[in-house]
């Protein structure tokens, strides 16, 4: 992934994406069945593909970005994800008792964790690994390369506490 241009990150993770899409029949199956619970009344057959294919695409290419945040510049990584509405984040942690955010899995909100270590502010989040053992490694390796501590979901009293 380090010899690849950062400039060209997106189109090869969609290119990867469409990849995935096509082999990994069983997550694509589960991403129709689940589009169709969602949407099945709102959307077309065609519309529903297109969203699933999009979502593969979208999914590669932050795959590739993430595996390449390490080595952005402060710039590309500022260019590539926006911070707004930081002020409201400050003055939280200004009275000093912490902030909780909630976000969901959409867009590369793995980078917006990133950037906020970046930009000197402290984060841990809530983390459920992936049940094969060497993908839960790599991802929590991440993590620890920038600065997020992983707080596991389970057992659940012990993460809220």
Do not use: W
Request: glycine share 6%; proline share 4%.
């Amino acid at each position: 992934m380090n010899c690849l241009p950062l400039k060209s990150l997106a189109s090869y993770g969609e290119k990867l994406g469409a990849i995935a899409l096509f082999l990994l029949r069983k997550r694509k199956r589960i991403a129709l069945g689940n589009l169709h619970l969602a949407l099945g009344k709102e959307k077309s057959q065609e519309e529903i593909e297109r969203i699933c294919r999009d979502s593969f695409r979208n999914i590669g290419k932050d795959i590739l970005e993430i595996s390449r945040c390490l080595s952005f510049e402060e710039t590309y990584f500022k260019m590539l994800v926006k911070l707004e509405g930081k002020e409201h984040l400050d003055d939280a942690l200004r009275e000093g008792n912490g902030a909780i955010a909630l976000t969901a899995h959409l867009g590369n909100f793995a980078l917006m964790n990133v950037r906020l270590v970046n930009e000197g502010y402290p984060l841990s989040l809530v983390a459920r690994d992936p049940e094969n053992p060497k993908v839960a490694k790599m991802i929590t390796s991440y993590r620890d390369a920038v600065g997020i501590e992983s707080i596991p979901d389970k057992p659940r009293m012990a993460c809220a506490s």
